[in-house]
């Protein structure tokens, strides 16, 4: 069970980002930059609570690493996401 809520939680990571952005920018009509920034935070927070979540079942070296590394690049995923989205967004309209 601990398993799913931590692939849950990564899976979350994946679609949020996107969700958000075009909920945010479509929907509510926020600027583009802002909804960007809202998806990335939302993605990095995320991806932080992933590599947290999941430090427990890891060596004590891996783990560190694994929230070092969520910490200073989790927000490239989302990033990336969010930017194909607003190329699928544009193309697509």
Known sequence: MKRLSIASLLLAALILPEA?????????????????????A???????????????GAPAQEAGNTVSIALRFGWACPAVLVLLAWLAARLLA
Do not use: D, K, P, Y
Request: hydrophobic content about 65%; aromatic content about 12%; charged content about 5%.
């Open 20 to 40: 958000l952005f075009l909920g945010l920018w479509l929907r509510c009509h926020a600027g583009i930059a802002a909804a960007a920034l809202a998806g990335i």
């Open 42 to 56: 939302a993605g990095w927070a995320l991806n932080v609570g992933w590599a947290l979540a999941s430090e427990h």
